[in-house]
Every structure is written in C-alpha cells, then in structure tokens.
C-alpha cells in the first residue's frame, strides 16, 4: 500500500510561518497569505515597509520612455492597496513608496499616508520620479497627526511632490524632528508655514530644490541644515539661533546670518573652485571662532589660497579631493595655517590621471615654516607614495612638534589597472612601495616620537 503524502509546509506551526515570512519581499508575503483560509490569519512581521518597482514587480523599471507606463501605474497602486488590505501589525517604524506616480494617484496616496500615520509610523518618506512640474503629487500636510504624547512619526521626505498647505488648516506635525525635501518647487510662503508648525524641527535638507534667489530659513530650534543645490546665483538667509551643522554642496551659495549660531561642524563640497572662498570671506568673523570640525571636499584643480580666514577653534580637518595633475598638495598647509588649534587630519587623496578641464591654474604661495603645537593626529587615505604626497608627508612630520600618530592608508595602483596604462607623471616606476615608504619615512622620524602606521 503507498504512503500517503504528507503536506509539511501545512503542518508547520504558525511560529515557523511567520519566521519564514520575514525574509520574503513585500508582495510575495502577501501573497503567500492568500493560499489558504488559516495563513491569511497570520500577521506578516514587517515594521519596515517599502514598495517600489522592485519590491512589487521584482525587477528594475526604466520609467523614461516606457511605452506602458500608465498600466503599470495602475498595477502598482492596486498591488499596493491589496497589501495594505491585508496588513495586521502593531506599528510601523517606516513606510516608504518609491515609483513613478504623480498627482493622479492622489486618492491611493492621500490613503497610504493615512493608513502609515494609523499605524504610528516612524518615517514616511514619498519619492515618486516625476519630473513633470504640471502634474506632481500635492501633499497634504493635514494628514500628519496631530501633537501628541503617543506620537511617533519623527521623519518626512518628499521628493518630486509639491506642499499642499492651506491658511484654514495649518500643519499639525511639530513633532517632526528632520525634514527633507528634494526635487520640489519651493516657495518662502510655503517654506514659512512648514518650520513655523515644526517646533521641534533638528534638521532640514533641500536637495536640488526649486527656490526663489533668496530663501530664508527661520526655525528656532534647527540644528542642521544640508543644501545640496545646482542653481546659478542663490542666497539663504539664515535665522537659527540654535544650528550647529551645515552640510553645503553644489555651486557657490551665499549665506547671510541674521543672527549668529554656535556652529560646530560644516562640511563643503562645492564644484565651483571659488565656491569655498566665497564661502569664508562670507562667514561672518563672530561665527568662525565657534567652529570645531570643518569637512571640505576641493573638486578642483585649483590649489588652495593663503589668503583664508583664522578658524581659532577648529580642531578636525577632512579634507577630500580628486588631486589633479596640476594640484599641488602642498598649498593644503594655508588651510592648515589658519587652523592653529588643530589636532586632527584627515585627507583623502583620490588622484587622478585626467588634466583639469580649467585652462587657467592659478600658482599660490603658501609659508613652509609654521609649526604646528596642537596637532596630534594625521591619517592619510588612498595613499600611492608619489612625490607630491611624500613632500606633504615630509613637510608634516617636520612641523608637526607634537604629533603621535600618522597613518597611511595606502591605495597602489596595480600595473594591469588600465586607468594607469601609459600615465607619465603616475608611473610605476615613479612611485613609493609600502617598504620605501616606510624605510623613508623612518629615518625622517629618528628624532621624532610618534607612532607610524602603514596599511
């Protein structure tokens, strides 16, 4: 007489279920529910949710030019309503929708939104790929809860989606704490009704945003700001008593402060070579004494000018650049010669085979004779033991009185590597093994007590 077959996967307890549940994609949990009668009773143990052409079609779509764009918009939409149909869960920490959609799809948005907020989310974040200004999602701010003990939701970004905000029902989310709009039109009337219901709004980021010449920011209890932008001529005004960060990338961007903040931390990575001077001739002279770690990142031929402003306090230096032939690394040492407190670097040197495309580089001067009493620490990444290196090297290590420690991370560039063939002034022959290095660097530091470290 035959065995009869035994249905294992029916039989597991509903413990295991949910355990092998948790490593399935979105749709395909949800879709395991439908089976049978008993495991659609099983709660999928999801917090984090995320529905992108990905995670609902299992494959990476190109939106640009899709000839059944419009279908696969309706199929996202229902896909994503089944699943939230089927949802059971306690609460979310994070709900985020990552597909073409646009103002169409508002109804099935405005829900979604809703359902995230029942379940006491953490962090919405919307970023629907549309690049069509007519027809992007308005949202409505209205939906947000409302301030109170038992709210979660600390997160919100929005990109390509426009602020619906109305006079006769301001936004009730002051429990927002970071604030990230990206790829938006963004007007100051907007921009004003959005910070002054967000009382305790840390941190704020506009990312390629659409904005008049002159925007200002004023929120009281703002902490950080990151730009990251590509318009021509701008200017921020900036009232934010209480900012201590700011995260600047793009072109040169003018900053007025109409009150001065305790400022720790600011990191520039600007494409224009004058974005950064622009930058510290700006800073206002009360402000520059506050300034603890400073993260610049050159993306210029351009050597760096001695004509820098004291930063009096500063104490870490990253610097990062992708060192073109004609930049001469030991123009870093003005920055570091207007830093006289500082005890740490960092420097990350991407070199690059390539010319600048600039045609003018301009020759600076720089003092080859400034010790440095209170730097303690170097750290050196992407390091290929070339001349221009080893001179910055050298040149430390000699006025550096009370340095100990300096590490090399070191990056050589293989032969075969064909970003290297046929590079005259990057040879092979022309650079430093990690032993040279070493055995150069030691008898630098015969004298010296501090420790070296090559890696």
Known sequence: MASEEVDCISELPDEIVTHILSYLPVADAFSFKLVSRRWSRIQVPLSNIYFSDETI?????????????????????????GFLNLFRGPYLNTFMVDFCLDNESAPAIDKWVSFAVSMQVESIELAFNNTNSQTLYKFPFDLLPEP???????RLKLSACSLLLTPESPPPFNCLKTLELKNLPLDQTSLDGVLSSCLDLEWLTLEECEWPRTLCVSSAGLRGLRVHHHLPTSTIELNATQLQTIDLKGRALKLSFLVVPPLERVHLAFLNPYAAKIFFDLLPAEVRPKFQILSLKWFTAN????????????????????????????SITNLLNACPMLQKIH??????????????????????????????????SRFRGTSNQMKLVIYLLNNAVALKLITLIYSQCESHDYKWRNVEHLSQSKLLSEKQVHEL??????SHGAELIIC
Do not use: W
């Not at 079609?57 to 309503?81: A, Q, R």
């Not at 109170?148 to 600390?154: D, E, G, I, Q, V």
């Open 57 to 81: 079609f299992g494959k990476t779509i190109f939106f640009e030019g899709c000839s059944n764009l419009e279908k696969l918009k309706s199929e996202f939409v229902d896909k994503v309503d």
């Open 148 to 154: 109170k003990p038992f709210t979660r939701l600390k």
């Open 347 to 380: 420097l990350n040197m991407n070199i690059s085979s390539r010319h600048s495309e600039s045609r003018i580089i301009e020759k600076v001067e720089y003092s080859n004779n400034m010790k440095y009493l209170h730097l303690e620490e170097i750290e050196i």
């Open 303 to 330: 050597s760096i000018h001695a004509r820098i402003p004291e930063f009096s306090c500063l104490k870490q230096l990253d610097f990062f650049s992708p060192i073109y032939r004609e930049f001469d690394l030991l």
């Open 441 to 446: 660097l030691c008898k630098v530091m015969i």
